[in-house]
């Protein structure tokens, strides 16, 4: 037991000692430890020492990329548990912003990108300002703490939090473009007594501030029968990246002689989307909808039957479309012969 007891103590100061003398050793004088990087978006870790701009109990993330060249750091890196990054404000009596990554039994891995990956939640509060990186902690398996204090410079590139006032921050989402996954122009759908049109597009919307508010975005298409408004319709949109693009749907369906030998047109009516402190930002005038779409306003057409070609010869579709027609007919004649069948068998009773 005693000697149990011995080496348990002999192994916790050796490997304090190698803790305390990897940061200390000569190789690492000049060496670039690594990079430590924040971003707002959780599933586009930012890998380049990016600045972000925060508010008040907003959540942010930090991608810590350590140097595994260096022979010293790297051994550290295979014992690590857990990383916390200190950020310092401005001012004679400075606040603080603390960022961990998560506490595991075992040991802290990096992703795919070769981040060590935490989180901050900005408190309320806080002062307006930048927040400079000020301490950063390894947290060994050794539980021994490597500190970065006086090694921070040697983070290139490395990043900083820079906190808005609420009242201040009034800069709006930017939606940037709009791209079309199906063709402009289109025959309806039609089939059981009903008349359909479907579109399917994206929007891309982005906001460098404190992000947007995925439940805010909207897009209205106005939906017209020879050029007669009938309706104005939302698309339905979704995203997995709030802050960077939301794939919209729209469709729209009416009973089949209400297209018959029409023409539909939809055209985009507007669209809005907003941060998440409400700033908004909506487009609905022909001309601030054109600069989302090449210089052109989005619309699309939908025709109750293709015209013949100049050739003279007709369509595929249309070729279709009358072999069905021929078909139904043919379906709905043999309907007599049956009715005579059946008087004939209720004569043999």
């Not at 040991?107 to 408190?123: A, I, R, T």
């Not at 983070?155 to 800069?171: C, H, M, Q, R, Y």
């Given at each position: 037991?005693r000697?149990?007891?011995?080496?348990?103590?002999?192994?916790?100061?050796?490997?304090?000692?190698?803790?305390?003398?990897?940061?200390?050793?000569?190789?690492l004088?000049?060496?670039?430890?690594?990079?430590?990087?924040?971003?707002?978006d959780k599933?586009?870790?930012n890998?380049?020492?990016?600045?972000?701009?925060?508010?008040?109990?907003s959540?942010?993330y930090?991608?810590?990329?350590l140097?595994?060249?260096?022979?010293?750091?790297?051994?550290?890196?295979?014992?690590?548990r857990?990383?916390?990054?200190l950020?310092?404000?401005?001012?004679?009596?400075?606040?603080?912003?603390?960022?961990?990554?998560?506490?595991?039994?075992?040991?802290?891995?990096?992703?795919?990108?070769s981040?060590?990956?935490?989180?901050?939640?900005?408190?309320?509060?806080?002062?307006a300002?930048?927040?400079?990186?000020?301490?950063?902690?390894?947290?060994?398996?050794s539980?021994?703490?490597?500190?970065?204090?006086?090694?921070?410079?040697q983070?290139n590139?490395?990043?900083?939090?820079?906190?808005s006032?609420?009242?201040?921050?009034?800069?709006?989402?930017?939606?940037?473009?709009?791209e079309?996954?199906?063709?402009?122009?289109?025959?309806?759908?039609?089939?059981?007594?009903r008349?359909?049109?479907?579109?399917h597009?994206?929007?891309?919307?982005?906001?460098?501030?404190?992000?947007?508010?995925?439940?805010?975005f909207?897009?209205?298409?106005?939906a017209?029968?020879?050029?007669?408004?009938?309706?104005?319709?939302?698309?339905k949109?979704?995203?997995?990246?709030?802050?960077?693009?939301?794939?919209?749907?729209l469709?729209?369906?009416r009973?089949e002689?209400?297209?018959?030998?029409?023409t539909?047109?939809?055209?985009?009516d507007?669209?809005?989307?907003?941060?998440?402190?409400?700033?908004?930002?909506?487009?609905?005038?022909?001309?601030e909808?054109e600069?989302?779409?090449?210089?052109?306003l989005?619309?699309?057409?939908?025709?109750?039957k293709?015209?013949?070609?100049?050739?003279?010869?007709?369509?595929?579709?249309?070729?279709?479309?009358?072999?069905?027609?021929?078909?139904n007919?043919?379906?709905?004649?043999?309907?007599?012969p049956?009715?005579?069948?059946?008087?004939?068998?209720?004569?043999?009773?």
């Amino acid at each position: 037991m005693r000697r149990m007891i011995l080496c348990f103590f002999v192994c916790m100061a050796s490997s304090s000692l190698f803790a305390q003398g990897i940061l200390e050793s000569n190789s690492l004088s000049s060496a670039n430890l690594g990079s430590l990087s924040f971003y707002l978006d959780k599933k586009m870790p930012n890998t380049q020492g990016e600045s972000i701009h925060v508010v008040e109990k907003s959540k942010a993330y930090f991608c810590l990329q350590l140097n595994r060249q260096v022979p010293a750091l790297d051994e550290a890196v295979r014992h690590l548990r857990q990383v916390t990054v200190l950020l310092e404000g401005e001012g004679e009596a400075p606040q603080h912003i603390e960022a961990k990554s998560k506490l595991r039994k075992g040991l802290l891995y990096p992703n795919s990108q070769s981040c060590f990956v935490g989180e901050l939640l900005v408190p309320q509060g806080l002062p307006a300002g930048k927040y400079h990186v000020s301490e950063l902690d390894l947290l060994l398996a050794s539980r021994h703490v490597l500190s970065f204090r006086d090694r921070l410079s040697q983070l290139n590139p490395l990043g900083l939090v820079e906190l808005s006032s609420p009242i201040k921050d009034s800069t709006s989402p930017l939606v940037e473009k709009i791209e079309s996954w199906v063709p402009l122009e289109d025959e309806m759908n039609m089939r059981y007594h009903r008349a359909w049109a479907d579109i399917h597009l994206r929007v891309t919307a982005t906001d460098q501030t404190v992000g947007i508010d995925p439940h805010s975005f909207q897009l209205f298409f106005k939906a017209t029968l020879d050029d007669e408004l009938v309706d104005i319709v939302q698309a339905k949109c979704s995203t997995i990246l709030p802050n960077l693009y939301y794939n919209c749907d729209l469709y729209f369906s009416r009973a089949e002689p209400d297209f018959r030998g029409r023409t539909l047109k939809l055209v985009i009516d507007s669209v809005s989307v907003a941060d998440k402190l409400g700033n908004l930002t909506e487009l609905n005038t022909p001309h601030e909808l054109e600069k989302l779409f090449g210089g052109k306003l989005l619309r699309y057409t939908f025709y109750s039957k293709k015209v013949t070609s100049p050739n003279g010869k007709i369509s595929e579709s249309q070729a279709s479309s009358k072999e069905e027609r021929e078909e139904n007919s043919h379906t709905e004649s043999p309907s007599k012969p049956k009715s005579v069948l059946i008087n004939k068998r209720r004569d043999r009773f």
